[in-house]
């Protein structure tokens, strides 16, 4: 296993550890998305599915897998932008381990844009 697919499944695992932290937060209240957790789970339909598909295309060493290898890394860069940069509320993704999921996808997602962008 290559450095990329590592690094895609390390971020992949910590984008979807957030999602999983953000539905026990009700992050579509943060955010004020409709359609409560329901609107919520069908948004991220599309997004796990491309997130594994991205794996088979990293692999395949394809156009479309280096596209979206890079859209997870800025995908990893998200949660710590939008939770503890731009939107940071009090009570929310403060405990331990939502620190420790969003920094390491940040590192993680930093890791991965630089790689697919500057290291082909």
Do not use: C
């Amino acid at each position: 296993m290559n450095a990329i697919i590592l690094i895609y499944i390390v971020n992949a695992t910590l984008l979807l550890l957030h999602e999983i932290d953000s539905a026990y937060i009700k992050e579509w209240e943060i955010l004020k998305l409709p359609g409560k957790i329901t609107g919520f789970l069908l948004l991220h339909i599309p997004i796990i599915i491309i997130l594994f598909w991205g794996i088979v295309e990293i692999e395949k060493q394809t156009a479309l897998g280096s596209i979206i290898a890079v859209i997870a890394g800025i995908g990893g860069l998200m949660p710590y932008i939008v939770h503890k940069a731009v939107l940071k509320k009090e009570g929310y993704f403060d405990s331990a381990m939502s620190n420790v999921v969003i920094y390491l996808n940040l590192a993680t997602g930093l890791a991965l844009v630089a790689v697919k962008t500057f290291y082909r």
